[in-house]
Each structure stands twice: as C-alpha cells, then as structure tokens.
C-alpha cells in the first residue's frame, strides 16, 4: 500500500520537478497574494483501489541552498489527509524515521516521521491525523526543516504561503472523494431475454 502511494505520488511530482529545473526560477517566486481558488483534482487513477484527490503543489525555496526549491503537495484518500514535500534536487536520501520539524510562529516544534522507507528522490510523505491536522490549519508555519543523510534543507513558509495552506486544507476536508465514472455491467437474469 505504503509503496503504491509513494510510486504514484513520484510519477505526479516528478512532472513538476522536471518542469522546476528546466525554467529558470527568480529568486522572487513569492506571489503577492495567496489563491482562492481549491484547485483539488481527482483522476481515474486509484491507490490501492481507492480514489484520491490533490491539492496543486506549492513551490518552497531552499534557504540554505543556491537555487534548489522544494513542493510541499496535500492530498486526501478516504477521509485521511496527507502531506508530501519533495526536494528537487538530486539524490536526495530521505529515511523512514524523525526527518521533518516544523517550526511554527508560536515557537512550537513538531516533529514528523516519514511514512515511507529509505528513498532517494527527496521525498516525505505523512498520513496527517486529526491533532496534527489541526495544528497545522491553526497555526502559522515559519519554517520547515528535512534532514536527510548528506544534508539538511530549510524551508521558510512565507505569510501568502501559509494562507494557501490554510486553504488547501479547509478545501480537502470539506472535499468529498467521487466515486469513479465506470460503468458496471449488468447481469442477465436466467429467463431474461438477449437483446
């Protein structure tokens, strides 16, 4: 299960990621005012035989690192919210362990554990639960820290950053994950007729 949410999630932000490093990115990616829209997609695609949907991913620059960026992408499966952040940038070893802090504005440390085992593509995934849910929709992010075994990557989370945030996931709790559009064959009766 754990490996077909990361396979998939790696396929949907790796388009991303080779679309970051081909454009020369500014130093100055932060918009002036954060997005009212949602923006949640939901394909046909299915993890683990279960519908999903996403947020669009927002883009963190590396403070501590010349032009490296990093996505932080939220998600919902059945009525569980995820948080996936991906560093773009080459191999990037990322343990199952205690690798990401974020440090609110309120000077509180929480401190998360990767959902996944050892990878090398930069990338964190956490099953959110409600308490941590709640944390983050509360209270304003000012940093986030992933350590990773060559180096530590920290990312500041700018005030419209954090309103995106908020809203991303005022909008996938509200989100109600469809059902697909297939098509389920009937079965004929024994005395029906052919048509």
């Known amino acids: 299960m754990k490996n077909s949410i990361f396979i998939l999630f790696i396929v949907l932000l790796g388009i991303s990621r080779a679309n970051a490093q081909e ?8 918009l002036l ?12 695609q299915k993890l683990d035989k279960k519908q999903f ?4 991913p927002l883009y963190l620059r590396v403070n501590n690192s010349d032009y490296v960026y990093a996505t ?13 952040i991906q560093i773009l940038d080459k191999n990037v070893c990322v343990k199952k362990d205690k690798v990401l802090d974020v ?21 964190f995934a956490k099953q959110l639960t409600r308490k941590e849910f709640a944390k983050l929709r509360l209270n304003d992010i000012s940093v986030i820290k992933l350590y990773t075994y060559k180096k530590n990557y920290e990312l500041y989370v700018s005030e419209v950053q954090n309103m995106d945030i908020d809203n991303q ?12 559009d297939e098509v389920k064959i009937k079965k004929k009766k024994k005395n029906e007729p052919a048509s």
């Open 23 to 30: 454009k020369a990115v500014s130093d100055n990616t932060e």
């Open 33 to 44: 005012y954060a997005s009212a829209d949602c923006g949640i997609v939901q394909t046909k």
């Open 53 to 56: 949907a996403s947020t669009p």
């Open 72 to 84: 932080l992408q939220l998600g919902k499966r059945k009525n569980k919210v995820f948080m996936y």
């Open 103 to 123: 440090f609110f504005k309120t000077g509180e440390v929480v401190t998360y554990k990767n959902n996944f085992s050892l990878n090398c593509d930069g990338f």
């Open 169 to 180: 996931l005022d909008c996938l709790s509200a989100y109600k994950i469809k059902k697909t």
